[in-house]
């Protein structure tokens, strides 16, 4: 059974044995849709044709997640496939794009091709990998919800109370910015309370008419709620680091001065590291797999596949860890991937004016990151 998920259902197709003309059967069968809801009566209806196995892609991750965990509890086999070779797949065989039920046709048609071809499919893993994954994906939600509220109140403040409106309120023991906390009124040290009442009881706010407002301390206390939610599931995640299996890859990636939530992203994504037969699909899965594609001025390099997220982070760590000089790890690799940054940049500013880059800077980080992929699966490799 060949499955596309949509967001509350899956279009399915069922096939016995691979059709002699691809093409030709499509054409036969497709008005013959079907699919199952996620609920009581979708899943058995799934149950009642109980395939010898599905093919999914790994895409609307908690949806698919859903249908995986009914397959594993029933023991029905799983297999993933990447979507860009599905997306190959189908488009060799001319099956129409933006369709479902095309996709789920497609799906298993490519797995009765391939079945005994392992490399063909994708491999999770369950236990601890699959919750770092879980961890992971659920704190950077979080991140990304966090900072369009904190743009939000800071435009409320500038209004409601301007002297504090850009004040930069880490968070303290409490797990709270101080700031937040005193807006939404919850309890903060005595200290922080002191500043910020002060402050309130002399600003100029109030005296046209401007008060801090019911949104503001209700976006506030809102904020309160993820910080100690996203202290939460970090403590989770170095409970989870410090487990024996991931120790050889924490203690390589704290090489490159990673931060916690970077490790468990990346581990999420390599762990095994034995399961990859070569650099090019290392780098891929992290998302890092590119080249240069540069043309006169333009510098660029391009990307494609693999973990989004993790490329976005890789890129964050190169830029604040490596670019800088004095926030280079010190260590041996920290350094070298330090000197390569400076050789990239003397490479493509030799010679140009203050501010022309026409890209480089981009294409330098990104350069980076690769070397420095290329640095970790060297060091990973004796794992395998």
Request: hydrophobic share 35%; net charge positive.
């Amino acid at each position: 059974m060949g499955c596309d998920i949509c967001k509350n259902r899956a279009v399915f197709c069922c096939l016995k044995s691979l059709p002699a003309n691809i093409r030709q059967h499509w054409q036969d069968i497709k008005g013959t849709a079907a699919e199952f809801h996620f609920n009581s009566d979708g899943i058995a209806k799934f149950l009642k044709i109980r395939p010898d196995a599905i093919v999914l892609e790994p895409t609307g991750y908690h949806y698919s997640e859903f249908l995986n965990k009914v397959c594993i509890a029933e023991r029905i086999q799983v297999f993933w496939v990447n979507h860009r070779q599905i997306r190959h797949y189908r488009e060799g065989h001319r099956l129409p794009n933006k369709n479902d039920f095309a996709d789920s046709y497609a799906l298993a048609c490519y797995f009765l091709e391939n079945r005994d071809i392992p490399e063909a499919f994708l491999h999770f893993y369950p236990g601890n990998s699959r919750r770092l994954r879980e961890l992971s994906l659920q704190l950077h939600s979080l991140n990304r919800m966090q900072s369009p509220m904190i743009n939000r109140i800071r435009q409320q403040l500038a209004i409601e109370f301007p002297e504090v409106a850009l004040i930069d309120s880490a968070p303290g023991v409490d797990q709270v910015s101080p700031l937040w906390g005193w807006l939404a009124e919850e309890p903060i040290s005595p200290l922080a309370n002191s500043i910020y009442s002060n402050k309130w009881n002399s600003s100029i706010a109030p005296k046209y008419g401007e008060f801090i407002s019911p949104f503001t301390r209700g976006v506030a206390k809102s904020l309160c709620h993820l910080q100690r939610l996203q202290v939460e599931l970090e403590n989770q995640l170095l409970l989870l680091l410090d487990s024996e299996e991931f120790a050889p890859y924490v203690q390589v990636l704290s090489q490159f001065g990673l931060g916690t939530r970077t490790q468990s992203l990346i581990i999420s994504q390599i762990y095994p590291v034995d399961r990859f037969p070569s650099i090019s699909q290392f780098k891929r899965r992290l998302g890092v797999a590119g080249e240069e594609n540069s043309s006169g001025d333009k510098k660029v390099y391009r990307t494609s596949g693999g973990s989004k997220i993790c490329r976005s982070q890789l890129y964050l760590w190169a830029l604040t860890r490596i670019a800088p000089r004095k926030a280079r790890p010190n260590t041996e690799i920290g350094q070298k991937i330090g000197t390569y940054y400076d050789s990239q940049r003397e490479k493509y500013y030799r010679g140009r004016l203050p501010g022309d880059d026409h890209g480089s800077g981009n294409l330098i980080i990104m350069k980076s990151v690769g070397y420095a992929i290329k640095l970790l699966w060297r060091e990973l490799n004796p794992l395998k």
